[in-house]
Nanobody
Framework: QVHVVESGGGLVQPGKSLRLSCAAS????????MEWYRQAPGPGNLRELV?????????NYGASVKGRFTISRDNAKNTMMLQMNSLQPEDTAVYYC??????????????WGQGTQVTVSS
């Protein structure tokens, strides 16, 4: 099994920064892309892509966070980080980590964490 765990969420004032971490563990044979998603509170809000990073380090960002958020990863540790600067109330959401991984002796699949809450409020 592959386990994905996020950490680093919390309550922060507008304009401040926060750093999220994601760690994948378990019977991992290989890993590929890792991504951050978020889902804002309220009915009808879909989970949206925040940022993604390939194993080779290529990145992509959602339009609303480009220039403020930075994604990075450590392949040796199977971890991914999201540095979030200039946070705004509209960044309030549960942030989820998704990792594409291959289990030992198994097949490739997408593995999600339980999410970490980020609240931006004065």
């Amino acid at each position: 099994q592959v386990h994905v765990v996020e950490s680093g969420g919390g309550l922060v004032q507008p304009g401040k920064s926060l750093r999220l971490s994601c760690a994948a563990s378990g019977s991992i044979e290989a890993m590929s892309a890792m991504e951050w998603y978020r889902q804002a509170p309220g009915p009808g809000n879909l989970r949206e892509l925040v940022a993604g990073i390939t194993r080779g380090g290529s990145t992509n960002y959602g339009a609303s966070v480009k220039g403020r958020f930075t994604i990075s990863r450590d392949n040796a540790k199977n971890t991914m980080m999201l540095q979030m600067n200039s946070l705004q109330p509209e960044d309030t959401a549960v942030y989820y980590c998704k990792a594409e991984a291959k289990e030992i002796g198994g097949t490739w699949g997408d593995y999600w964490g339980q999410g970490t809450q980020v609240t931006v409020s004065s």
